[in-house]
């Protein structure tokens, strides 16, 4: 058995790979100790469109965009998370001999994080003044139960929400949760990310799946030379965050081929790496 805890992440988009990435995970789980985060964000569009709850972006005036999480939408992400995602990753990871334990970050108090407070974003094309978002910033993790479940030979299943300040759910991304997990673990001991993906790893051109970077070296003001749009922003800035905070290895690789976490620990996909100190400057 190896100490080294390897940390997957998979978004809701890669859905229909789920036997295959749980079969995979449960193989690696086999030989050492295994942490999965999930995302969901394609199954909460699904459901809220089912229960008839309209989903709205935020936009800033910078121009990022998020969900929009008012109180409805909050409550079709607790469903989505605890009700479909996550059993779903459960019973695959147990009929592949895994022993999974579906958690959200509110459990234990695993992950917690600030609610953003009120600010000005545009909705439907008008700026207004939002109160009642409830997603927010990761807090803290907690890694003392994370260990103590591997250490029983579970496999921890995460998800968002996190747990606010108040003691109530709060969106946050998924991405942010693994990298915040595993870089929470490695405190103690040494910890590989593998952040799984519907494309071959970061493409140079996100139009060109041929351009795949082995690997891509990020600084604290730069996420290197790759095109990166929407989800993938997201994910490099996860990505330098892991590594910031001390975990070895941090991988972006394809969940739609067949082995897709042992093939990205063997060199597939796109290696993540810091920039040296004096590479990094001061953009
Ligand atoms: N440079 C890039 N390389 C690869 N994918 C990119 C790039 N820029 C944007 N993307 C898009 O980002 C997506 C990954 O982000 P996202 O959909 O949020 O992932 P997930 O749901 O797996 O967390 C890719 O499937 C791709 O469509
Ligand atoms: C704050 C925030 O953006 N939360 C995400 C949580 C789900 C997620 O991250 O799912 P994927 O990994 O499938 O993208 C959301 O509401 O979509």
């Given at each position: 058995?190896?100490d080294e805890?390897t940390?997957?992440?998979c978004?809701?988009?890669?859905s229909?790979?789920?036997?295959?990435?749980?079969?995979?995970?449960?193989?690696?789980?086999?030989g050492?100790?295994?942490v999965?985060?999930?995302?969901?964000?394609?199954?909460?569009?699904e459901?809220?469109?089912?229960?008839g709850?309209?989903?709205?972006r935020?936009?800033?005036?910078?121009g990022?965009?998020s969900?929009?999480?008012?109180?409805a939408?909050?409550?079709?992400?607790?469903?989505?998370?605890a009700?479909r995602?996550?059993?779903?990753?459960v019973a695959?990871l147990?009929?592949?001999?895994?022993?999974?334990m579906g958690?959200?970050g509110m459990?234990?108090?695993?992950?917690?994080?600030?609610r953003?407070g009120?600010?000005?974003?545009?909705?439907d094309g008008r700026?207004r003044?939002?109160?009642d978002?409830?997603?927010?910033r990761?807090?803290?993790?907690?890694?003392?139960?994370?260990?103590l479940?591997?250490?029983?030979?579970?496999l921890?299943?995460?998800s968002?929400p996190?747990l606010?300040t108040e003691?109530?759910?709060?969106n946050?991304?998924?991405?942010?949760?693994?990298a915040?997990?595993?870089?929470?673990?490695?405190?103690?001991?040494?910890?590989?990310?593998?952040?799984?993906?519907?494309?071959?790893g970061?493409?140079r051109?996100?139009e060109?799946?041929?351009?795949l970077?082995?690997?891509?070296?990020?600084?604290?003001?730069?996420?290197?030379?790759?095109?990166?749009r929407?989800?993938?922003?997201?994910?490099?800035?996860?990505?330098?965050?892991?590594?910031?905070s001390?975990?070895?290895?941090?991988?972006?690789?394809d969940?739609?081929?067949?082995h897709p976490?042992r093939?990205?620990?063997?060199?597939?996909?796109?290696?993540?790496?810091?920039a040296?100190?004096?590479?990094?400057g001061?953009v």
């Amino acid at each position: 058995m190896s100490d080294e805890i390897t940390v997957v992440k998979c978004g809701g988009g890669l859905s229909a790979h789920r036997e295959t990435i749980c079969q995979d995970l449960a193989a690696v789980a086999a030989g050492g100790p295994v942490v999965l985060v999930h995302g969901g964000a394609a199954q909460l569009d699904e459901l809220a469109a089912q229960l008839g709850v309209p989903q709205r972006r935020l936009r800033t005036p910078g121009g990022s965009s998020s969900r929009y999480t008012d109180p409805a939408t909050l409550d079709v992400l607790l469903m989505t998370m605890a009700g479909r995602v996550k059993p779903a990753l459960v019973a695959s990871l147990s009929r592949h001999g895994a022993r999974p334990m579906g958690l959200t970050g509110m459990d234990a108090g695993l992950v917690t994080a600030r609610r953003a407070g009120a600010h000005k974003a545009v909705v439907d094309g008008r700026t207004r003044m939002i109160r009642d978002d409830h997603s927010g910033r990761i807090h803290a993790v907690d890694p003392g139960p994370l260990h103590l479940l591997l250490d029983v030979g579970l496999l921890p299943v995460l998800s968002p929400p996190a747990l606010g300040t108040e003691g109530e759910p709060v969106n946050v991304d998924a991405d942010r949760i693994a990298a915040a997990v595993a870089g929470a673990l490695a405190e103690r001991r040494p910890v590989r990310l593998v952040l799984l993906t519907s494309a071959p790893g970061v493409l140079r051109d996100p139009e060109d799946p041929g351009s795949l970077l082995p690997r891509l070296t990020v600084s604290a003001g730069s996420l290197g030379e790759a095109d990166a749009r929407g989800g993938m922003t997201a994910k490099l800035q996860a990505a330098r965050a892991a590594l910031d905070s001390g975990v070895s290895q941090v991988v972006v690789a394809d969940g739609r081929i067949t082995h897709p976490v042992r093939e990205a620990l063997a060199g597939a996909g796109t290696r993540i790496e810091k920039a040296a100190p004096f590479e990094s400057g001061n953009v």
